[in-house]
């Protein structure tokens, strides 16, 4: 039946059976609170909360799964508004009078009430106009016992003698504020081999610290002594003389000049080319025009010093790129020899799919964010499924709105975590879903909505976005 069938049905069938508790009445209604359209699921929540008016835990306990079932819809900021509305609804009717009222067209004498039926004919219309919901206050009928004297004025010492048992008219438990988690900071334990180890470790580093102190201490000795002795730098040079070599000079001092072990490698001596000496400072090589005898020994040693600096100087450009190399395509690589490819993944390999995902009761995983324990059956599922998509087959002309709906109904209907983002489970590959729904959506077209498909974890819906 068309969904306005669905809603007439649930309201008759909570209005008939108000206060009853019915289990038979309840297992016609439980389908509906799972339905399709959401202004069904809202008329069966308010039928089962008729239902289940002036019904205590003591008597069943289905009513206290009803009362979760409620905070938990009108909480769920994923669940649709209509039936989110329902559900607040529902709660009121159940608390109704503070619990001292039900909802019947009858009195105590079983004379038909002509304001109950005109309270229940406008509070059936409350979706057209909702001011029309404070009708219903004109279907309640009081249920409390009330004592008066002969003078109509209430006994001291009232007391009314029951057989039933007292659960039966026990209050549900109030609701108690969320409790706030107090973290308690627990010291860490430490494994005596662990805190060998970090002690071991501690003294090696100080023994480590200390030596190096003593190293630096002795070289500061040496080299103030070496400074004391004012030992003159030579051209043939000693352990602490400056070697120059041809073509270099030692700008900022002369040849005359000693130069103190400490002043080595610092920023005072700075080596430049002839054409970039410092302005005053004197050439200590020996030039080729002057007359000065150059051994064979002597030029083996300049030509070993020659060597040796074009060694450092490699050393140091070790990490300086030469080359600049330009990458025209990161789809290949360049190379001498055989051209390697990188395989691609063609386009029409990639497809992107919203889906809708009902679970049953013998599907791999029967829980999601919508039920904490799915217990429909595979049959209901795809019902739930069969009844959503012919509502999307109307729009299937229109892109447009095709999606925006589809989109709406997984956030509300789809038990998968991808209900947050409208069932977008994003681009994916052969090989990375089960095979039924991989074949079924890569034979979709884009924005083609496929038949129910079954998996290991539901009945699914798909539509192909790209």
């Known amino acids: ?28 209604l439980q389908p509906l609170m799972s339905d399709g359209t959401d202004f069904v699921r809202q008329a069966a929540i308010i039928a089962m909360g008729l239902l289940y008016m002036q019904t205590a835990p003591g008597k069943t306990e289905r009513v206290k799964a009803f009362r979760e079932k409620l905070l938990k819809t009108i909480s769920d900021k994923h669940e649709d508004v209509m039936t989110r509305f329902g559900a607040i609804l529902a709660n009121g009717i159940m608390d109704t009078g ?3 009222s039900s909802a019947s067209f009858f009195s105590n004498s079983g004379v038909l009430r002509p304001g109950a039926a005109i309270g229940f004919c406008l509070f059936a219309q409350m979706w057209y106009w909702f001011p029309l919901i404070h009708m219903f206050s004109l279907v309640l009928t009081p249920n409390a016992a009330i004592g008066l004297t002969e003078k109509l004025k209430i006994p001291k010492n009232f007391q009314i003698k029951s057989s039933a048992r007292p659960s039966l008219f026990g209050y549900p438990e109030p609701m108690q504020p969320p409790k706030k988690d107090v973290e308690i900071k627990a010291a860490t334990a430490v494994l005596s081999t662990a805190s060998k180890a970090k002690a071991l470790k501690e003294k090696q580093e100080k023994e480590k610290k200390d030596k190096a102190d003593v190293d630096m201490d002795d070289k500061a000795s040496v080299a103030e002594g070496a400074s004391r002795a004012g030992d003159a730098v030579s051209v043939a040079g000693t352990a602490v003389s400056v070697a120059a070599t041809p073509g270099t000079t030692v700008a900022g001092s002369l040849a005359t000049e000693s130069v103190a072990a400490s002043d080595l490698g610092s920023e005072h001596m700075e080596v430049d080319e002839p054409t970039s000496a410092a302005a005053g400072a004197k050439d200590v090589t020996p030039k080729a025009d002057e007359k000065t005898p150059v051994s064979g020994e002597a030029k083996d040693a300049e030509m070993k010093d020659d060597e040796k600096k074009e060694g450092e100087e490699k050393e140091v450009n070790a990490g300086v790129p030469t080359k600049r190399i330009t990458i025209m395509d990161c789809g290949e690589v360049q190379q001498t020899g055989k051209r390697v490819k990188r395989p691609r993944i063609s386009e029409s390999e990639v497809v992107r799919v919203l889906h809708i995902l009902r679970k049953h009761g013998g599907c791999k995983k029967p829980t999601s964010w919508r039920e904490e324990k799915i217990t429909c059956s595979k049959d209901q599922a795809i019902e739930c499924l069969d009844g959503l998509r012919k509502q999307l087959v109307s729009l299937s002309k229109d892109a447009s709105k095709l999606r925006p709906k589809f989109e709406e109904f997984a956030c509300t209907q789809s038990d998968c975590k991808s209900a947050k983002k409208g069932g977008d489970l994003g681009p994916f590959e052969r090989g990375m879903m089960q095979k039924p729904f991989e074949a079924a959506a890569f034979a979709l077209q884009v924005g083609e909505l496929s038949e129910v498909v079954s998996t290991k974890l539901g009945e699914h819906l798909i539509l192909r976005v790209a």
């Open 98 to 100: 503070g619990r001292n």
């Open 1 to 28: 039946y068309n969904p306005h069938v669905r809603y007439a049905a649930a309201m008759a069938l909570g209005i008939a059976c108000a206060g009853t508790a019915q289990l038979d009445a309840h297992n016609l």
